[in-house]
Antibody
Framework: EVQLLESGGGLVQPGGSLRLPCAAS????????MTWVRQAPGKGLKWVSV????????YYEDSVKGRFTISRDDSRNMLYLQMNTLRDEDTAVYYC????????WGQGTLVTVST | DIVMTQTPLSSPVTLGQPASISCRSS???????????LSWFQQRPGQSPRLLIY???NRFPGVPDRFSGSGAGTDFTLKISRVEAEDVGVYYC?????????FGQGTKVEIK
């Protein structure tokens, strides 16, 4: 059974940093691209970033380019999202999802950016 | 960026009756590889999203056959043949043809 477990969320001040890990199990992690999607409270889904199977290719939504970095550790079946220079508008539940097609999703982790 | 527009934004439906959601993209979703990467997701209240349909009309394993997708180019539709209570939630289309990926605003399906 595919499982994706995000963690690392919490309250952070504007300008601060946070790293979100996503632990994957139940599939051959290295064979799949991995994606981050976020959802602000009461709002819709917004795609954030994707990393290819090899890790060689990464793509970002414009508002996070230069501030967020996606990475993966295939030896540990882990996906990461390093978030720097956080803004109020980054407040959201962050989901990791499997594959280019977002075949399965984790339960999400809430990031709150506030003073 | 490709803009995805869903209609309606809210759809009250009687149990057992059909429901239909439209999704229109601001440009063609036909990829250079010939495929069209249009997906549909369901988000039940309090839950994570779940993939229902990929590449316009392919049901993801485990998705009931009352869900179907159709369309081409810039116009796409998700249909639920007979709405059940467990279908209540918000439905999103998403284009996977171009970066950044973009979602529609979401359509809330509720029971009348």
């Amino acid at each position: 059974e595919v499982q994706l477990l995000e963690s690392g969320g919490g309250l952070v001040q504007p300008g601060g940093s946070l790293r979100l890990p996503c632990a994957a199990s139940g599939f051959t992690f290295s064979n799949y691209a991995m994606t981050w999607v976020r959802q602000a409270p009461g709002k819709g889904l917004k795609w954030v970033s994707v990393i290819s199977e090899s890790g060689d290719d990464t793509y970002y939504e414009d508002s996070v380019k230069g501030r967020f970095t996606i990475s993966r550790d295939d030896s540990r079946n882990m996906l990461y999202l390093q978030m720097n220079t956080l803004r109020d508008e980054d407040t959201a539940v962050y989901y990791c999802a499997k594959g280019w097609q977002l075949e399965q999703w984790g339960q999400g982790t809430l990031v709150t950016v506030s003073t | 960026d490709i803009v995805m527009t869903q209609t309606p934004l809210s759809s009250p439906v009687t149990l057992g009756q059909p429901a239909s959601i439209s999704c229109r993209s601001s440009q063609s979703l036909v990829h250079s590889d010939g495929n069209t990467y249009l997906s549909w997701f369901q988000q039940r209240p309090g839950q994570s999203p779940r993939l229902l349909i990929y590449e316009i009309s392919n049901r993801f394993p485990g998705v009931p056959d009352r869900f179907s997708g159709s369309g081409a180019g810039t116009d796409f539709t998700l249909k639920i043949s007979r709405v059940e209570a467990e279908d209540v939630g918000v439905y999103y289309c998403m284009q996977g043809t171009q970066f950044p990926r973009t979602f529609g605003q979401g359509t809330k399906v509720e029971i009348k």
